[in-house]
């Protein structure tokens, strides 16, 4: 039986490329920055503080700081996201790069990308889909395929491929094989920045996800075993070194740091150096930045701040209604970081002061991040992140991000606020979630929100599982994104934003359920299954906005809602049912288009198409009762491309009963207005 080895998560890279030939890899454009990022002149070593279109090209240097990370396009659409603590350049050679330190994240496009990778003590070129590659402390590095077959070649000609699930180590020289182990992609993917801390989700994630599930299923079978063991740094031609976080002390050459992960805390004081906290022993790391305790969720990962076993935050006992913590002997820091080893609990309302607005504050905890119900929790920062490996639960929590005008709102604040989470993450009972700018829910479970009001000038739900919001609305100034493999249910909610995306990556239906949904721009819903909107209203620009109602491959039915846009897409992999049942179709503008394709049956009953200049209806077999095209022009296709009047017969365009255009019998207008023809 095959031994299952966690991953110890200290690195994150991702290097997706397939085994076409492609354009060199000598410069990128810097797309997102978080953080401390630099750019150094290879010429005269000069520093730049690098930000979002700035051309990063060889020779250069790109040279993260701590809690830092950058992401760079290049012109073949390679994508490198770069970690924590790394250096790296692109050298002169074709595709190759030079890793200092660090890790790195590439994504390449099927039939582009393709790679060298050299540290001072060891070269490798590297083909594949998506894999991680990262540094070990000895000058060599390790390659971890998270879906796709890899192949690794070292410098004499010997080879060395990857299935999804499996890693192994380039030994310093680059000369000899490593054993291949087993990871658990699940607990990788879902923890890694580099994966999940980005405003654009990778394309690959899906087939990553796909991976998951079998390697899930391989673990229920009882084919594969988790060790619970975790791949250290450590790696001969023989065996890997593996740490078991039960007995073995990661933190040994540090006694301070030892002491401070095996003592609680109790924080009710503004002062995190306050003796009642208690202290010693002491639990602030500042400067230098250390590598923080914990189980998988935090291993190895960059830390500076604040650190203990547990942590408890303005306890009741205290007897405060409201506790500040004074965080300003640290406003020099660029991430503060508050992180229990096992548990962080905030038990009473609370307000994280005196950071740098340009700083960022994390709350991490390596089990639960508990909030009391109903409680009050503040930041001022540029980004606010929660993160926890187990379910995250706002009951009746209201929780903020943004400099505080009198309880005003966020007036073009850049205050984001991030919630991660490997389980669920739950809205519920009132729950209120405000960010000045973006904010950002994942869950390596389902995201939930009942009875809850979230805010962002932006807003993205990223799910591993499910989405549901019932009774909860959503404000988001300028877009929102929903994305999710199972399940995404909108019931009794609204989402104002000026674009709506929502897209369902696996077979389970998507579903709006008497859902307002005001998009001026546009409403782009796309799902693999089925997809159903019932009862709702979904409103868009009427000269200029779109609304997309695509379901790939299940059916597309749309009942009791009233739709206002200029452009109305909807398609089906299956058929589709149009029911408007008095419900309005509202368009202005001569170029206002109404197009339904589905490969099987349209049914359209009870819909008054005649705001739209232009219809076109495409399937198998159209059935239509009481529609009313107006005086556009509509082209109606079927597989026999002719029309029947009365019941509905296969593979024809049917005038059940009651189509009208320009007021009289449609079926009088045909070739006059009316097109009626076959689908190819």
Same mark, same amino acid.
């Given at each position: 039986?095959?031994?299952?080895?966690?991953?110890?998560?200290?690195?994150?890279?991702?290097?997706?490329?397939?085994?076409?030939?492609?354009?060199?890899?000598?410069?990128?454009?810097?797309?997102?920055?978080?953080?401390?990022?630099?750019?150094?002149?290879?010429?005269?070593?000069?520093?730049?503080?690098?930000?979002?279109?700035?051309?990063?090209?060889?020779?250069?240097?790109?040279?993260?700081?701590?809690?830092?990370? /950058?992401?760079?396009?290049?012109?073949?659409?390679?994508?490198?996201?770069?970690?924590?603590?790394?250096?790296?350049?692109?050298?002169?050679?074709?595709?190759?790069?030079?890793?200092?330190?660090?890790?790195?994240?590439?994504?390449?496009?099927?039939?582009?990308?393709?790679?060298?990778?050299?540290?001072?003590?060891?070269?490798?070129?590297?083909?594949?889909?998506?894999?991680?590659?990262?540094?070990?402390?000895?000058?060599?590095?390790?390659?971890?395929?998270?879906?796709?077959?890899?192949?690794?070649?070292?410098?004499?000609?010997?080879?060395?491929?990857?299935?999804?699930?499996?890693?192994?180590?380039?030994?310093?020289?680059?000369?000899?094989?490593?054993?291949?182990?087993?990871?658990?992609?699940?607990?990788?993917?879902?923890?890694?920045?580099?994966?999940?801390?980005?405003?654009?989700?990778?394309?690959?994630?899906?087939?990553?996800?796909?991976?998951?599930?079998?390697?899930?299923?391989?673990?229920?079978?009882?084919?594969?075993?988790?060790?619970?063991?975790?791949?250290?740094?450590?790696?001969?031609?023989?065996?890997?070194?593996?740490?078991?976080?039960?007995?073995?002390?990661?933190?040994?050459?540090?006694?301070?740091?030892?002491?401070?992960?095996?003592?609680?805390?109790?924080?009710?004081?503004?002062?995190?150096?306050?003796?009642?906290?208690?202290?010693?022993?002491?639990?602030?790391?500042?400067?230098?930045?250390?590598?923080?305790?914990?189980?998988?969720?935090?291993?190895?990962?960059?830390?500076?701040?604040?650190?203990?076993?547990?942590?408890?935050?303005?306890?009741?006992?205290?007897?405060?209604?409201?506790?500040?913590?004074?965080?300003?002997?640290?406003?020099?820091?660029?991430?503060?970081?508050?992180?229990?080893?096992?548990?962080?609990?905030?038990?009473?309302?609370?307000?994280?002061?005196?950071?740098?607005?340009?700083?960022?504050?994390?709350?991490?905890?390596?089990?639960?991040?508990?909030?009391?119900?109903?409680?009050?929790?503040?930041?001022?920062?540029?980004?606010?992140?929660?993160?926890?490996?187990?379910?995250?639960?706002?009951?009746?929590?209201?929780?903020?991000?943004?400099?505080?005008?009198?309880?005003?709102?966020?007036?073009?604040?850049?205050?984001?606020?991030?919630?991660?989470?490997?389980?669920?993450?739950?809205?519920?009972?009132?729950?209120?979630?405000?960010?000045?700018?973006?904010?950002?829910?994942?869950?390596?479970?389902?995201?939930?929100?009942?009875?809850?009001?979230?805010?962002?000038?932006?807003?993205?739900?990223?799910?591993?599982?499910?989405?549901?919001?019932?009774?909860?609305?959503?404000?988001?100034?300028?877009?929102?994104?929903?994305?999710?493999?199972?399940?995404?249910?909108?019931?009794?909610?609204?989402?104002?934003?000026?674009?709506?995306?929502?897209?369902?990556?696996?077979?389970?239906?998507?579903?709006?359920?008497?859902?307002?949904?005001?998009?001026?721009?546009?409403?782009?819903?796309?799902?693999?299954?089925?997809?159903?909107?019932?009862?709702?209203?979904?409103?868009?620009?009427? $000269?200029?906005?779109?609304?997309?109602?695509?379901?790939?491959?299940?059916?597309?039915?749309?009942?009791?809602?009233?739709?206002?846009?200029?452009?109305?897409?909807?398609?089906?992999?299956?058929?589709?049912?149009?029911?408007?049942?008095?419900? /309005?179709?509202?368009?202005?503008?001569? $170029?206002?288009?109404?197009?339904?394709?589905?490969?099987?049956?349209?049914?359209?009953?009870?819909?008054?198409?005649?705001?739209?200049? /232009?219809?076109?209806?495409?399937?198998?077999?159209?059935?239509?009762?009481?529609?009313?095209?107006?005086?556009?022009?509509?082209?109606?296709?079927?597989?026999?491309?002719?029309?029947?009047? $009365?019941?509905?017969?296969?593979?024809?365009?049917?005038?059940?009963?009651?189509?009208?255009?320009?007021?009289?019998?449609?079926?009088?207008?045909?070739?006059?207005?009316?097109?009626?023809?076959?689908?190819?």
């Amino acid at each position: 039986m095959k031994k299952l080895v966690a991953l110890w998560l200290g690195f994150g890279f991702v290097f997706t490329v397939s085994t076409g030939r492609a354009i060199d890899l000598k410069q990128s454009k810097v797309t997102q920055v978080v953080n401390e990022v630099q750019i150094i002149s290879a010429g005269d070593q000069s520093k730049k503080i690098a930000v979002v279109n700035d051309i990063f090209s060889m020779p250069d240097i790109l040279r993260t700081g701590t809690a830092s990370r /950058a992401e760079l396009v290049a012109p073949d659409e390679t994508i490198t996201r770069v970690g924590a603590n790394t250096m790296f350049s692109f050298d002169p050679a074709n595709r190759t790069i030079d890793l200092k330190q660090g890790s790195l994240l590439f994504h390449a496009p099927h039939g582009k990308g393709g790679g060298t990778i050299h540290t001072g003590s060891a070269t490798a070129s590297v083909l594949g889909t998506t894999l991680i590659v990262a540094t070990t402390p000895n000058g060599g590095l390790k390659v971890l395929d998270l879906e796709g077959a890899v192949e690794v070649k070292f410098l004499n000609g010997l080879k060395q491929r990857l299935n999804p699930g499996q890693m192994t180590f380039i030994l310093p020289g680059g000369g000899q094989l490593a054993p291949i182990i087993i990871f658990r992609l699940d607990e990788l993917t879902r923890s890694s920045l580099l994966v999940k801390g980005f405003n654009q989700p990778l394309d690959s994630l899906p087939l990553i996800q796909n991976q998951i599930e079998k390697q899930q299923k391989l673990i229920q079978s009882g084919k594969v075993t988790d060790t619970g063991l975790y791949a250290g740094n450590d790696a001969s031609p023989n065996q890997v070194a593996v740490l078991d976080p039960n007995t073995v002390n990661l933190h040994n050459q540090n006694p301070l740091l030892a002491a401070a992960i095996s003592s609680d805390a109790t924080i009710s004081q503004p002062s995190l150096t306050d003796a009642s906290i208690p202290t010693p022993p002491n639990h602030v790391f500042a400067d230098p930045a250390i590598s923080s305790a914990g189980g998988v969720f935090l291993s190895g990962e960059p830390f500076a701040g604040f650190l203990a076993r547990n942590i408890f935050v303005n306890p009741p006992v205290a007897g405060l209604d409201s506790l500040t913590v004074d965080l300003s002997p640290y406003a020099n820091l660029a991430t503060f970081d508050l992180v229990a080893v096992n548990n962080l609990s905030l038990e009473g309302a609370v307000t994280f002061s005196g950071l740098s607005p340009l700083g960022n504050l994390s709350l991490i905890a390596g089990n639960q991040l508990l909030l009391a119900p109903g409680i009050t929790v503040r930041a001022e920062v540029y980004n606010f992140l929660l993160s926890a490996p187990a379910t995250l639960t706002l009951d009746g929590v209201t929780l903020f991000n943004f400099v505080n005008n009198d309880g005003g709102s966020p007036e073009n604040s850049v205050n984001s606020l991030d919630l991660n989470s490997g389980g669920d993450v739950v809205f519920k009972n009132g729950a209120l979630v405000n960010a000045g700018s973006l904010l950002t829910v994942s869950a390596g479970n389902d995201i939930s929100a009942t009875d809850a009001h979230l805010i962002g000038s932006g807003a993205m739900f990223m799910a591993q599982r499910n989405l549901a919001f019932d009774t909860t609305t959503i404000d988001a100034k300028n877009l929102a994104i929903f994305s999710a493999p199972g399940a995404i249910n909108f019931n009794n909610a609204t989402i104002n934003s000026a674009a709506v995306t929502v897209e369902g990556t696996g077979n389970a239906p998507l579903t709006f359920n008497n859902t307002t949904i005001n998009a001026p721009s546009v409403l782009a819903a796309t799902t693999v299954g089925a997809l159903n909107v019932t009862g709702s209203t979904i409103e868009t620009d009427a $000269g200029a906005g779109g609304v997309s109602l695509i379901s790939s491959s299940g059916s597309t039915t749309i009942t009791g809602t009233t739709i206002t846009t200029h452009y109305l897409t909807v398609n089906s992999g299956d058929g589709i049912l149009l029911d408007g049942s008095g419900q /309005a179709l509202t368009a202005t503008g001569s $170029g206002a288009t109404a197009n339904f394709t589905a490969p099987n049956l349209i049914t359209v009953n009870n819909a008054d198409f005649s705001a739209f200049a /232009a219809v076109n209806l495409a399937a198998n077999t159209l059935n239509l009762s009481d529609v009313n095209f107006g005086s556009g022009i509509v082209t109606l296709k079927s597989l026999m491309g002719l029309l029947n009047l $009365g019941s509905s017969r296969s593979g024809y365009v049917n005038f059940i009963e009651n189509v009208t255009y320009k007021g009289g019998l449609a079926q009088n207008y045909i070739n006059n207005g009316i097109t009626v023809t076959t689908l190819h």
